[in-house]
DNA sequence: ACTTGTACACTTGTATACAAGTGTTAAAAA
DNA sequence: TTTTTAACACTTGTATACAAGTGTACAAGT
């Protein structure tokens, strides 16, 4: 090494995180085309790196790979993102109805002044952070999870559903208003403290599917192009 | 490319199957060493290829790449493997309970038609060949998860899940006598026509969880090398 | 005007030389 | 004998040259 001047400042971990990133959070927008050599000036690397790093995001279906063509965003999968929410709820229902079960105040004290953060972020209105919110909103049922012990199976959901993560954050990004969110967590948060459990299904159920109806109705319409059906195709 | 006697007869994709189907069978053991060079030559390819091969590998947890000092194999992370079951647990009951309600001829024949392959190996005796076992029992579930039109779930779940799988086929394979799997999966074949889902749960349950007893019991006394507890480390 | 063909500027895929760290082995020094 | 040191045979990481396919732009021919 030819002690400076010629070293990246990146390592090849941090621009994996970072296209990773850019990729979930929409930065790179779906069907984008992401060229190597590109890639590579921009981190002032060889290609070396970056094709290790594309064959990564290939394999977790965030980048595909066109030999001679190019490297392009994935879509969102829609029928992927069903059958994940499908899933959650399966999950989500039995987790939070053991947190019902064993709801103390250390629970209700995290579930409080999370809910107080979301409140704080949505009273901002138009000027909110998305981004942030989004954090905010997954901190929420993370608490939940690791409160029956489940901290692991979170950090897996989490690893594994990268397309739901789109899905969501596009689903932040198009509500002009967060307060319906925040209500949502509120009811879902009572009904703990309460025990509750009856209502918890339903409540659950709609949380999730809503975010699916949004979709539908009004993502659809906007960005179509950023979508893709492996059923129907 | 020189025509003819340089090319290598095996394509990228095709290495990455073949490590990854190695490593899930448990010919590539737990904890075993796979350097760069020695699998290239196998393959008569250069370190490139391989090299792209192996950050998609170690990008699923199936391999674990210590910069100079060699690639190595992942141990099975139990912990990993408790919060998959579940997991499962929960999207399995949910999807045989579907199954019982919309229960049909087909669905029957398609199950018992399984039920006697599975019959068929398991009268092999210690002959069985048990990775053939494998398939058909994974194909027992994959049948009911298609019945109520969750064939994608199935995949997904199958994709995600390639360190329970090496889990499954460690089980399977340690298995001396596989009528008590078949027995299992009989009875629940019988609660799915029958109707009686007051006893599904139960059975999942069981049926899920037994494997994990075994290999608390057996396997973990007999391989305690291929494992490793994420949480106690 | 239309078609065709060619050159060129891209794209990713592969092979290879070298950099740099690690561990072992064996020889040399104490 | 013990310790230390140096050489060597590995490992993965990076940069680079070249191979080969793709699409476009533009000019030549019909």
């Not at 970072?18 to 590109?38: V, W």
């Not at 209105?125 to 998305?130: E, W």
């Amino acid at each position: 090494m030819s002690s400076y001047s010629v070293a990246s400042p990146y390592n090849t971990e941090t621009i994996y995180q970072d296209l990773r990133e850019g990729i979930l959070s929409l930065k790179y927008k779906p069907g984008q085309l992401l060229s190597e050599n590109a890639i590579a000036a921009a981190y002032q690397v060889s290609r070396s790196p970056i094709r290790a790093v594309f064959s990564r995001l290939a394999n977790e279906n965030l980048l595909m790979i066109l030999p001679q063509k190019g490297s392009y965003v994935t879509l969102i999968d829609y029928d992927f993102i069903r059958e994940i929410i499908y899933m959650r709820t399966l999950v989500e229902r039995d987790i939070l109805k053991q947190a019902a079960a064993s709801c103390d105040d250390k629970l209700i004290k995290n579930l409080e002044s999370n809910l107080r953060k979301q409140h704080r972020l949505a009273d901002l209105g138009s000027r909110a952070d998305h981004e942030r919110y989004y954090q905010i909103d997954n901190e929420f049922h993370q608490i939940c999870f690791r409160h029956v012990g489940r901290d692991l199976l979170w950090q897996i959901l989490q690893e594994h559903q990268v397309h739901y993560r789109r899905f969501r954050m596009l689903d932040i990004l198009s509500q002009q208003i967060l307060s319906k969110l925040v209500d949502e967590h509120e009811l879902i948060a009572q009904v703990i403290s309460s025990g509750d459990t009856n209502k918890l299904d339903q409540l659950i159920e709609e949380h999730l599917v809503n975010g699916l109806h949004r979709i539908e109705q009004l993502v659809m319409t906007e960005h179509p192009d950023y979508f893709y059906s492996s059923n129907s195709n």
